[in-house]
C-alpha cells in the first residue's frame, strides 16, 4: 500500500488536507531519491478487452432522483470562467499578467458562445418552455453572461487601467491626446488605415453586408444626401482582420510615457473622413459572435479535408448568437442591427470599452516590461534523462516520466530527433491533435520522411478551431510521402501518442510516448501535462495495434494495458469506481482521487454517487466543468470537488483507485465528458514503475489535495468558495516550480 492511505478520522473540510499521510510539498524530498514511504504494489494487469462495439452502460443506480439534480453544464462553464476572472483581479499577480487573465476570460467566453450557446438562442427565439433548452434557460444564461462582462470592464476601467498609467503604460482616447498625438493619429490613419476601409452605404442596391464572426464593425448613421440625392442614413465599416489593434506611438510623441493608441479609437476619430459631404450624427463599434462548430456529414462525403476546407470558409457566418455594441450606441442603431442578426434582446452586450477585451493582449506584448510579468520559467531537463545518454538507451532500463511544464518538453522533441536520425529506426507513428502551425515536431517528421523512414501520421482534422493548420500538415506531409489517415469517421482522434520501431539485432523493438495533452511545444510551456516514455513490451505492443486499428478501421487488437474509447474505457471506468464502492460496503479501504479537466458524464458521475454513498471517500480535482454536485447531505456528502486555477492552464488527467490492497493509477487522454468516452478515439494507460507511480500520487494528487492558495472548493448549490490563500499558504503549481527550480535541483546534487 502506498504513502496515498487516509487517516482513520476525518477532517474537516476546510482544512485542505485531503486526510492523507505523506509529507506536504512545502519541503520536497529530493526529486532524485523519491521513495514510496511504504512498497507498492505492481498494478495487476486488466484482463485483455474483447474486440466488440462500443457499448452504453447500465447507469448506477444512485440516491432517488428527487434527491440527486445533476449542476448545469453551461453554468458550471461560465463558473469556470469566474474563478479565472479572479487572477486579473488578484493585486498579488503581477500587473501585466491580470490583463492577460482578462483577456483568457474574453477569449474562453468567445469559444462559450460559439460552441454552446446556439440551442438556447434558439429555444429563446422560438418560446421553448420545456426541454434541456428553454426560455428561461437562456435568460438565465445570458444574465451570468452579462454580469461577468460587466465585472470585466469594470475593473479594466477602475483598476488595471489606472494601475498601467500609474506604471507608465497609458491608452490614450482622442479626448486625451496632446495636439502633436492628435497629429500623429491622423496621419498613421490616413497611411495605415483609411486604404484598407470601404465604407458600405445600405439601400436596395447595398443590403446589409456579410458580418464575419467577431470582427470589428462599425455602424454609422448618417445626416443629408449622398451623391445620387437620396436620403439613406444607414453606413457599415468593416475592418480587416489584418490590422493591429493596439498601436503604439513613437517616442517622439511620448517622450515620458509609453502610450497606446486602439484601432478602433483611430477610426472613430476620423469616421466623419470616410463620409464626406454627410454629417455623421450616430455611430457604435460593434462585433458578432457567430455558430462555429463545423457541421460536416461524415457519412455523406467522399473526401473528408476537402469537405472540411469548404465548411472552414462557412464557419465565420453561422448563426448569430452575440452582439456587442458601444455602452453609448443609440437604441436605433441597436435595435436596427439585433434586427438584422436575429438576435434577441439578452444577446445583446454593450460594452464600456473596445468590444473585443481579447485584443487587449496585444499591448502585454507591446510593453516591454518584465518586471510587470511572471518571472520567465524554463522547464528543467527531465530527471530520468542523463545528460549525454541517448533516450533510447536509457528506456532500455526504465521508463521515464515527464510532468510539464516543471520538466521541458525539449524531451519529447529530442527522442523524435534521436529516432529521425537513428539509422536502425525503421518505423515512426505518431497521432496529431493539435501541434500548432510552426510546429518543430511536424519539421521532425518531414525530415523523417526525407530519410526514408516510414512515416505515419494520424491527423485530426476535426480538431475544433485548428482544422485549417492541421489539414495543411496533413498535406504537407503527404506530399513527401508519409502515410496520413484521417481517423476514424464520427470519431474525433483526441489520442497523444507517439511511437518508435529499431531493428535490434535480428529483432525490432518499440519505444514509445503517451501523453495527456498535445505534441504542441508552445502550449506545453503554459499547460499542465503528464507523458510517459515508455520501451515496455505490452504497452508499446498496444500502442501498434491501435495505431492499426486506427488505419485499417478494423476492429481494435486484443489490448493488455491501455484502455480505448470508444470501446472499453468508459467501462472500465465504470468497473473502478464499483470495485472501490464494494471494497467500502466491505469496511475496507476504499478511496478515489480523480484529476481532469471536466466531468460531465452522467455514467460516471452516477457511479462516483453510488459509490460515495457505499462509504468511499471521493476527491475529484476538476478544473472546468463540474455537473457533480459536492458535499449533498445524505447523497454527496463523501465526495469532494475542487478546482485549481493557477499560472499553468491545468490539464493532467490522473485516476487513482483503491479497493482494499489492490491500487490502480492510470493515466489518460480523456476527461470524464461524454464526448470523450462514446465519441473519441481515447486512451488511458497504467503506470507500473513505483518511483514513478509514486512521483505522480505527490505532484499532482497531494499536492492539488494541500493546494490552499489556488484551489477552490465547490459547495452544494455549484458555487464554489474562494481559496482562504494564507500569509504562509502555498499553491501547488507554486511548490512544483520550487522543487524543479534550478537551485532546488543544483542543491540537491
Request: aromatic share 8%.
Given at each position: 500500500?502506498?504513502?496515498?492511505?487516509?487517516?482513520?478520522?476525518?477532517?474537516?473540510?476546510?482544512?485542505?488536507?485531503?486526510?492523507?499521510?505523506?509529507?506536504?510539498?512545502?519541503?520536497?524530498?529530493?526529486?532524485?531519491?523519491?521513495?514510496?514511504?511504504?512498497?507498492?504494489?505492481?498494478?495487476?494487469?486488466?484482463?485483455?478487452?474483447?474486440?466488440?462495439?462500443?457499448?452504453?452502460?447500465?447507469?448506477?443506480?444512485?440516491?432517488?432522483?428527487?434527491?440527486?439534480?445533476?449542476?448545469?453544464?453551461?453554468?458550471?462553464?461560465?463558473?469556470?470562467?469566474?474563478?479565472?476572472?479572479?487572477?486579473?483581479?488578484?493585486?498579488?499577480?503581477?500587473?501585466?499578467?491580470?490583463?492577460?487573465?482578462?483577456?483568457?476570460?474574453?477569449?474562453?467566453?468567445?469559444?462559450?458562445?460559439?460552441?454552446?450557446?446556439?440551442?438556447?438562442?434558439?429555444?429563446?427565439?422560438?418560446?421553448?418552455?420545456?426541454?434541456?433548452?428553454?426560455?428561461?434557460?437562456?435568460?438565465?444564461?445570458?444574465?451570468?453572461?452579462?454580469?461577468?462582462?460587466?465585472?470585466?470592464?469594470?475593473?479594466?476601467?477602475?483598476?488595471?487601467?489606472?494601475?498601467?498609467?500609474?506604471?507608465?503604460?497609458?491608452?490614450?482616447?482622442?479626448?486625451?491626446?496632446?495636439?502633436?498625438?492628435?497629429?500623429?493619429?491622423?496621419?498613421?490613419?490616413?497611411?495605415?488605415?483609411?486604404?484598407?476601409?470601404?465604407?458600405?452605404?445600405?439601400?436596395?442596391?447595398?443590403?446589409?453586408?456579410?458580418?464575419?464572426?467577431?470582427?470589428?464593425?462599425?455602424?454609422?448613421?448618417?445626416?443629408?444626401?449622398?451623391?445620387?440625392?437620396?436620403?439613406?442614413?444607414?453606413?457599415?465599416?468593416?475592418?480587416?482582420?489584418?490590422?493591429?489593434?493596439?498601436?503604439?506611438?513613437?517616442?517622439?510623441?511620448?517622450?515620458?510615457?509609453?502610450?497606446?493608441?486602439?484601432?478602433?479609437?483611430?477610426?472613430?476619430?476620423?469616421?466623419?473622413?470616410?463620409?464626406?459631404?454627410?454629417?455623421?450624427?450616430?455611430?457604435?463599434?460593434?462585433?458578432?459572435?457567430?455558430?462555429?462548430?463545423?457541421?460536416?456529414?461524415?457519412?455523406?462525403?467522399?473526401?473528408?479535408?476537402?469537405?472540411?476546407?469548404?465548411?472552414?470558409?462557412?464557419?465565420?457566418?453561422?448563426?448569430?448568437?452575440?452582439?456587442?455594441?458601444?455602452?453609448?450606441?443609440?437604441?436605433?442603431?441597436?435595435?436596427?442591427?439585433?434586427?438584422?442578426?436575429?438576435?434577441?434582446?439578452?444577446?445583446?452586450?454593450?460594452?464600456?470599452?473596445?468590444?473585443?477585451?481579447?485584443?487587449?493582449?496585444?499591448?502585454?506584448?507591446?510593453?516591454?516590461?518584465?518586471?510587470?510579468?511572471?518571472?520567465?520559467?524554463?522547464?528543467?531537463?527531465?530527471?530520468?534523462?542523463?545528460?549525454?545518454?541517448?533516450?533510447?538507451?536509457?528506456?532500455?532500463?526504465?521508463?521515464?516520466?515527464?510532468?510539464?511544464?516543471?520538466?521541458?518538453?525539449?524531451?519529447?522533441?529530442?527522442?523524435?530527433?534521436?529516432?529521425?536520425?537513428?539509422?536502425?529506426?525503421?518505423?515512426?507513428?505518431?497521432?496529431i491533435y493539435r501541434t500548432g502551425a510552426d510546429s518543430a515536431l511536424m519539421e521532425l517528421l518531414r525530415e523523417a520522411v526525407r530519410?526514408?523512414?516510414?512515416?505515419?501520421?494520424?491527423?485530426?482534422?476535426?480538431?475544433?478551431?485548428?482544422?485549417?493548420?492541421?489539414?495543411?500538415?496533413?498535406?504537407?506531409?503527404?506530399?513527401?510521402?508519409?502515410?496520413?489517415?484521417?481517423?476514424?469517421?464520427?470519431?474525433?482522434?483526441?489520442?497523444?501518442?507517439?511511437?518508435?520501431?529499431?531493428?535490434?539485432?535480428?529483432?525490432?523493438?518499440?519505444?514509445?510516448?503517451?501523453?495527456?495533452?498535445?505534441?504542441?511545444?508552445?502550449?506545453?510551456?503554459?499547460?499542465?501535462?503528464?507523458?510517459?516514455?515508455?520501451?515496455?513490451?505490452?504497452?508499446?505492443?498496444?500502442?501498434?495495434?491501435?495505431?492499426?486499428?486506427?488505419?485499417?478501421?478494423?476492429?481494435?487488437?486484443?489490448?493488455?494495458?491501455?484502455?480505448?474509447?470508444?470501446?472499453?474505457?468508459?467501462?472500465?471506468?465504470?468497473?473502478?469506481?464499483?470495485?472501490?464502492?464494494?471494497?467500502?460496503?466491505?469496511?475496507?479501504?476504499?478511496?478515489?482521487?480523480?484529476?481532469?479537466?471536466?466531468?460531465?458524464?452522467?455514467?460516471?458521475?452516477?457511479?462516483?454517487?453510488?459509490?460515495?454513498?457505499?462509504?468511499?471517500?471521493?476527491?475529484?480535482?476538476?478544473?472546468?466543468?463540474?455537473?457533480?454536485?459536492?458535499?449533498?447531505?445524505?447523497?454527496?456528502?463523501?465526495?469532494?470537488?475542487?478546482?485549481?486555477?493557477?499560472?499553468?492552464?491545468?490539464?493532467?488527467?490522473?485516476?487513482?483507485?483503491?479497493?482494499?490492497?489492490?491500487?490502480?493509477?492510470?493515466?489518460?487522454?480523456?476527461?470524464?465528458?461524454n464526448r470523450n468516452m462514446m465519441r473519441r478515439v481515447e486512451l488511458a494507460w497504467p503506470v507500473h514503475d513505483p518511483q514513478l507511480?509514486?512521483?505522480?500520487?505527490?505532484?499532482?494528487?497531494?499536492?492539488?489535495?494541500?493546494?490552499?492558495?489556488?484551489?477552490?472548493?465547490?459547495?452544494?448549490?455549484?458555487?464554489?468558495?474562494?481559496?482562504?490563500?494564507?500569509?504562509?499558504?502555498?499553491?501547488?503549481?507554486?511548490?512544483?516550480?520550487?522543487?524543479?527550480?534550478?537551485?532546488?535541483?543544483?542543491?540537491?546534487?
Amino acid at each position: 500500500m502506498s504513502s496515498f492511505t487516509p487517516t482513520k478520522t476525518e477532517p474537516p473540510v476546510d482544512a485542505l488536507q485531503g486526510g492523507d499521510t505523506v509529507p506536504a510539498l512545502a519541503e520536497p524530498a529530493p526529486i532524485e531519491a523519491v521513495e514510496p514511504v511504504e512498497p507498492i504494489e505492481p498494478i495487476a494487469l486488466d484482463a485483455p478487452i474483447e474486440s466488440i462495439a462500443p457499448i452504453e452502460p447500465e447507469l448506477p443506480a444512485p440516491a432517488p432522483a428527487a434527491a440527486l439534480q445533476l449542476l448545469d453544464r453551461d453554468h458550471s462553464i461560465l463558473a469556470f470562467n469566474e474563478r479565472v476572472f479572479d487572477w486579473a483581479r488578484r493585486s498579488d499577480v503581477p500587473l501585466l499578467e491580470r490583463l492577460r487573465y482578462l483577456c483568457i476570460v474574453s477569449s474562453n467566453l468567445d469559444e462559450f458562445f460559439e460552441v454552446r450557446t446556439a440551442p438556447h438562442i434558439t429555444a429563446a427565439q422560438n418560446g421553448d418552455t420545456k426541454g434541456i433548452y428553454t426560455q428561461a434557460s437562456f435568460e438565465a444564461l445570458m444574465a451570468s453572461a452579462q454580469s461577468l462582462v460587466a465585472r470585466q470592464y469594470q475593473l479594466y476601467n477602475e483598476a488595471l487601467a489606472p494601475a498601467l498609467a500609474a506604471e507608465g503604460l497609458r491608452v490614450v482616447s482622442h479626448g486625451q491626446r496632446t495636439a502633436e498625438q492628435r497629429r500623429w493619429v491622423q496621419e498613421y490613419f490616413a497611411r495605415e488605415v483609411r486604404p484598407l476601409l470601404v465604407p458600405v452605404g445600405l439601400d436596395p442596391a447595398h443590403p446589409f453586408p456579410m458580418v464575419a464572426n467577431k470582427t470589428l464593425n462599425f455602424i454609422v448613421r448618417l445626416k443629408g444626401q449622398d451623391a445620387f440625392g437620396r436620403d439613406n442614413e444607414i453606413a457599415i465599416v468593416r475592418v480587416p482582420r489584418v490590422m493591429p489593434r493596439v498601436i503604439r506611438m513613437p517616442a517622439r510623441v511620448a517622450p515620458k510615457e509609453s502610450l497606446f493608441v486602439l484601432l478602433s479609437s483611430v477610426i472613430r476619430a476620423h469616421l466623419a473622413d470616410l463620409f464626406p459631404g454627410r454629417e455623421v450624427s450616430e455611430y457604435s463599434q460593434f462585433r458578432v459572435t457567430r455558430h462555429s462548430e463545423l457541421a460536416v456529414d461524415e457519412d455523406d462525403v467522399k473526401n473528408l479535408r476537402t469537405a472540411l476546407r469548404q465548411g472552414l470558409q462557412q464557419r465565420n457566418y453561422g448563426q448569430a448568437v452575440r452582439l456587442e455594441v458601444s455602452a453609448s450606441c443609440s437604441r436605433f442603431l441597436a435595435d436596427f442591427l439585433q434586427t438584422q442578426f436575429v438576435l434577441p434582446p439578452q444577446a445583446l452586450f454593450r460594452v464600456h470599452g473596445p468590444v473585443n477585451l481579447v485584443r487587449l493582449a496585444q499591448l502585454v506584448d507591446l510593453a516591454d516590461r518584465p518586471a510587470l510579468l511572471f518571472p520567465a520559467w524554463q522547464g528543467a531537463w527531465p530527471q530520468g534523462l542523463a545528460a549525454g545518454q541517448p533516450i533510447l538507451e536509457r528506456l532500455r532500463e526504465r521508463d521515464i516520466l515527464l510532468h510539464h511544464p516543471f520538466e521541458t518538453f525539449d524531451a519529447v522533441l529530442a527522442f523524435l530527433r534521436e529516432a529521425v536520425y537513428d539509422p536502425d529506426v525503421l518505423v515512426i507513428k505518431q497521432t496529431i491533435y493539435r501541434t500548432g502551425a510552426d510546429s518543430a515536431l511536424m519539421e521532425l517528421l518531414r525530415e523523417a520522411v526525407r530519410r526514408g523512414k516510414e512515416v505515419m501520421a494520424v491527423v485530426e482534422l476535426k480538431a475544433r478551431f485548428d482544422e485549417e493548420a492541421n489539414i495543411n500538415w496533413a498535406e504537407a506531409l503527404e506530399s513527401m510521402g508519409a502515410q496520413v489517415v484521417y481517423g476514424v469517421v464520427g470519431l474525433k482522434t483526441h489520442a497523444k501518442m507517439l511511437l518508435v520501431t529499431r531493428r535490434e539485432g535480428k529483432g525490432l523493438r518499440r519505444y514509445g510516448h503517451l501523453s495527456t495533452g498535445n505534441y504542441n511545444p508552445r502550449t506545453a510551456r503554459l499547460y499542465t501535462d503528464l507523458g510517459l516514455l515508455t520501451a515496455n513490451e505490452s504497452i508499446t505492443a498496444d500502442m501498434d495495434g491501435v495505431f492499426n486499428h486506427l488505419a485499417s478501421q478494423n476492429r481494435p487488437p486484443r489490448l493488455r494495458q491501455l484502455m480505448l474509447a470508444p470501446f472499453y474505457l468508459q467501462q472500465r471506468m465504470l468497473d473502478k469506481i464499483a470495485a472501490v464502492g464494494q471494497a467500502a460496503q466491505a469496511g475496507q479501504h476504499a478511496r478515489i482521487v480523480a484529476k481532469m479537466n471536466a466531468l460531465t458524464d452522467e455514467a460516471l458521475v452516477l457511479a462516483l454517487v453510488r459509490a460515495g454513498q457505499q462509504g468511499a471517500r471521493i476527491d475529484l480535482i476538476v478544473r472546468g466543468a463540474c455537473t457533480l454536485p459536492a458535499q449533498l447531505d445524505g447523497v454527496t456528502g463523501n465526495i469532494r470537488v475542487r478546482s485549481i486555477i493557477g499560472r499553468f492552464l491545468e490539464h493532467t488527467r490522473v485516476f487513482y483507485f483503491a479497493a482494499g490492497e489492490q491500487e490502480d493509477l492510470y493515466l489518460s487522454s480523456a476527461d470524464w465528458m461524454n464526448r470523450n468516452m462514446m465519441r473519441r478515439v481515447e486512451l488511458a494507460w497504467p503506470v507500473h514503475d513505483p518511483q514513478l507511480r509514486q512521483r505522480i500520487i505527490d505532484e499532482c494528487l497531494v499536492a492539488y489535495l494541500r493546494d490552499d492558495r489556488d484551489a477552490w472548493s465547490q459547495q452544494p448549490d455549484g458555487r464554489y468558495n474562494a481559496p482562504a490563500r494564507p500569509a504562509n499558504g502555498k499553491g501547488a503549481q507554486a511548490a512544483l516550480m520550487a522543487r524543479y527550480s534550478p537551485d532546488s535541483r543544483k542543491k540537491r546534487k
